[in-house]
């Protein structure tokens, strides 16, 4: 098993900057073999992917609405994840996950078995 727990959230003004953190923990976790990623879900919206980063520290996705403005990034030695949100805009609220999970998968939700509680993230206008 595998846990995730999520922090940094917050409400921020538009333009403002945020660092979200995902730490992981369990039995059978092994930094070095997973890919971690974030995902956000707004109200009435689907969960979609924000970034994708494989156990080694390359990035294999951004979605374009974050290009430029978002970076994903792991510390192995603390099983860490990172998402540092910068030029935040109203659109970026959302609840923001973490999710893990063995190999390489994409960006598709029902790839990812381990997911975190989520952390609030509110951008006013």
């Known amino acids: 098993q595998v846990q995730l727990v999520e922090s940094g959230g917050g409400l921020v003004q538009a333009g403002g900057s945020l660092r979200l953190s995902c730490a992981a923990s369990g039995r059978t976790f092994n930094p070095y073999g997973y890919t971690m990623a974030w995902f956000r879900q707004a109200p009435g919206k689907e969960r979609e992917c924000v970034g994708v980063i494989t156990w080694s520290g390359a990035s294999l996705y951004y979605a374009d609405s974050v290009k430029g403005r978002f970076t994903i990034s792991r510390n192995n030695a603390k099983n860490t994840v990172y998402l540092q949100m910068n030029s935040l805009k109203p659109e970026d609220t959302a609840v923001y996950y973490c999710?893990?999970?063995?190999?390489?998968?994409?960006?598709?939700?029902?790839?990812?078995?381990?997911w975190g509680q989520g952390t609030q993230v509110t951008v006013s206008s």
């Open positions: 999710a893990t999970e063995w190999g390489v998968p994409g960006q598709s939700a029902t790839e990812y078995e381990y």
